[in-house]
T-cell receptor, first 114, second 112 residues
């Protein structure tokens, strides 16, 4: 499978715990994005990497959230001290370089905070 | 602030009954407008990108069109397997932003 891969697909955690999600982009794509989607809403942008550099962050990305993309390959999104409001689908997308290219999404990680 | 509004929120069609979904957008300058299909519990699946007013793209029973203020996704003779949520998103030019701004989607149900 050469698409965007996310792991795990589902995560249930207790409030206050830390969680980490992984995204493996399409291999030749240098741009990587994280989005969050809650029920009945469209995806909301969280952050963007070009290679290993984090170039854009949404104000939605509070201090409890951190994302990394070491070596410009896979990326991780960590949420510290989870809250019930963090329950959502976390989506990763990747995109090739160039002006007119499309973003391809992974299957997402469904987070439930209990 | 860039904004995308999709209508209707939900649409029920009989198999073979053609219709259109609307995506109205407000953006400082449009770099691209994107249509995605999303099945329950899955990530969005890319359908089309449109870049300038007057542009049209087709794929099987779907056709996307673009004006300066809105885009339409026309579905011709839909089948039950076309049932999904259809998402519209825009990317703005300028400011160096790479983000896509999504609408809430239109949930399409096609009954056999």
């Amino acid at each position: 499978d050469t698409g965007v891969s996310q792991d795990p697909r589902h995560k249930i955690t207790k409030r206050g715990q830390n969680v980490t999600f992984r995204c493996d982009p399409i291999s030749e794509h240098n741009r990587l994005y994280w989005y969050r989607q809650t029920l009945g809403q469209g995806p909301e942008f969280l952050t963007y990497f070009q290679n290993e550099a984090q170039l854009e962050k949404s104000r939605l990305l509070s201090d409890r959230f951190s994302a990394e993309r070491p070596k410009g390959s896979f990326s991780t999104l960590e949420i510290q001290r989870t809250e019930q409001g963090d329950s959502a689908m976390y989506l990763c997308a990747s995109r090739a370089g160039g002006t007119n290219t499309e973003a391809f999404f992974g299957q997402g990680t469904r987070l439930t905070v209990v | 602030e860039d904004q995308v509004t999709q209508s209707p929120e939900a649409l029920r069609l009989q198999e073979g009954e053609s219709s259109s979904l609307n995506c109205s957008y407000t953006v400082s300058g449009l770099r691209g407008l994107f249509w995605y299909r999303q099945d329950p519990g899955k990530g969005p699946e890319f359908l089309f990108t449109l870049y300038s007013a007057g542009e049209e793209k087709e794929k099987e029973r779907l056709k996307a069109t673009l004006t300066k203020k809105e885009s339409f996704l026309h579905i011709t003779a839909p089948k039950p397997e076309d049932s999904a949520t259809y998402l519209c998103a825009v990317q703005a030019v300028g400011g160096g932003s790479e983000k896509l701004v999504f609408g809430k989607g239109t949930k399409l149900t096609v009954n056999p």
